[in-house]
């Protein structure tokens, strides 16, 4: 628990650095609300947020003696994943539908990190999150926190922490909480973390992909 209480915040700090340090964000004259980023901005912060995360995954597990949550290589396994991947983007897609701040809030966030990638680009933002992100909230941070319900909702609001990318930016943080619950459950009742992997990645290629099309469709 210790560990948890100074190394997620600190990672949150660092990350914030990176992102005011580096990325320099301007506004977006079409609108305000949404700064500009270039594609090499939103690819190297992505890159650098995995390896942070996974230092710190590295770091929990020697300094706090933490087993990995075993990662169990199943078609079931795969068919979970995929099948929560498909739940969470339906029920993603009913909440930006009905509740307008998260509506708002989710279009400046996906303004801010996928207009600026092209196609190809997003594989990385479905592999990198996925991955680095699921290990240390799903693998490394429930078996340290015991594993049990109180685990998966303080791991989730971690991970909902995580998402903060401004103080207007709660509604996503919620919705990126209750995820994390949702993962951090399944992960629980089953003990095998490729599933949360899986539908993580899957999630984010889902989610990023749809807004693309949506976008150009807009566009047209």
Known sequence: MLIA???VPMLYALLCRLFVAYLKPVANPNNPEIE???RTQILVVMGVTAIVLL??????????SVELLPLNFTTD??????????GISLASSI?????PAYRRSADIYLELVIKPLVWPDLIW????????????FRGVMLPALGLNITAVILSSLFF??????GSDQWPYVVWATVIGFALGYVALITGNLLIPIVAHIITNLVSSCLWKISQSRASE
Do not use: C, D, F
């Not at 909902?160 to 990318?165: D, F, I, K, R, T």
């Open 5 to 7: 209480l100074v190394l």
């Open 36 to 38: 500009t980023l270039n």
């Open 55 to 64: 230092i710190v995954t590295k770091i929990w597990q020697k300094l706090g």
């Open 77 to 86: 396994a795969l068919l979970w994943g995929i099948g929560m991947a498909t």
């Open 95 to 99: 909440v930006y539908r009905l509740w």
């Open 125 to 136: 933002l479905g592999l990198l999150p996925g991955l680095s992100e699921e290990l240390l």
């Open 160 to 165: 909902g922490v995580l998402h903060l990318s």
